[in-house]
């Protein structure tokens, strides 16, 4: 057993072999690897990811941007609690939540289904979100180059007991190569990634952000419709009205405005797309 990184604060009681041996509920699979709901004998939940075997291939890269990433303290942000190795195996662990992702409350999971999320909550959690990554843009790495998300979907944005948001595995694009995200998030990442480009950038987060704003106001998920080219046809056949999920109920004017803000996350050249922090801005103002 190698300890990675532990926050002292949280984690002084988290003995690396129990969290490796003792029962665990599947939460999902993600690019990283598994995620999986465990309870400590201290009567404790938290969440720990088994990193996804062969993912690994420099030990030392890994361990660096694990322990930098630990570092980050922001609200806004799901913190890395814990990082070891045991058995030959990676895992990394995080507070649990017990509303769990986005995904989970638009779509409901393993056949239950949520109670419909209201405009002012989506609203909320849109601009929790955005904050979130705005945040996140406005720090450097050890190199001192701009920070990026990657990708920015509804499983990664989890939800508190207030229905206020953070942003979870914004460490992914350090720890595995950008083809394995693109590759497995084709409705979400920006067209230059998938033609030109294979480097995240800002621009490219804000893509990824529009692409989650219509997930989050029309219900619909990216993975089976084209989110963006969908909302396009339908705003030109039955104007922009037609587009919200009819479970946030009537169709107010700054529901409109949020997919408009959508629409300009969705540029197809990412100059004409909002910084972060503009996009912050405009979804206060709604």
């Not at 660096?64 to 806004?76: A, E, P, Q, Y």
């Amino acid at each position: 057993m190698k300890v990675i990184y532990r926050d002292t604060t949280v984690a002084k009681k988290s003995d690396p072999p129990e969290m490796a041996q003792i029962p665990k509920t599947r939460l999902g699979e993600g690019t990283l690897g598994t995620l999986f709901k465990v309870v400590l004998d201290c009567g404790t939940i938290v969440t720990i990811r088994k990193i996804r075997a062969g993912l690994i291939k420099d030990t030392g890269n890994f361990e660096l941007w694990t322990s930098f990433f630990g570092r980050i303290k922001d609200d806004l942000l799901l913190p890395i609690h814990f990082s070891f190795w045991y058995g030959g195996e990676a895992f990394i662990l995080y507070e649990y939540l017990i509303l769990g992702s986005l995904e989970e409350l638009l779509h409901g999971n393993d056949g239950i289904q949520f109670t419909p999320l209201k405009w002012e909550i989506r609203k909320q959690i849109a601009l929790c979100a955005a904050k979130a990554v705005n945040s996140l843009h406005s720090r450097v790495t050890m190199n001192g180059q701009a920070l990026v998300c990657g990708v920015i979907k509804a499983s990664n944005i989890l939800i508190k007991t207030d229905f206020s948001a953070c942003l979870s595995s914004y460490e992914t694009p350090y720890l595995v190569p950008p083809e394995m995200i693109i590759k497995r998030n084709p409705g979400r990442v920006a067209p230059e990634l998938k033609k030109h480009s294979r480097i995240f950038t800002h621009k490219s987060d804000v893509y990824s952000f529009g692409i989650l704003l219509l997930e989050l106001m029309t219900g619909e998920r990216p993975s089976v419709t084209n989110l963006r080219d969908y909302v396009r046809e339908k705003k030109r056949e039955e104007g922009l009205n037609s587009i919200c999920d009819k479970r946030m109920g009537e169709v107010k004017e700054n529901m409109v405005g949020m997919i408009g803000i959508a629409l300009l996350c969705l540029s197809r050249n990412p100059q004409d797309r909002p910084s972060m922090d503009k996009v912050v801005q405009m979804i206060q103002v709604l």
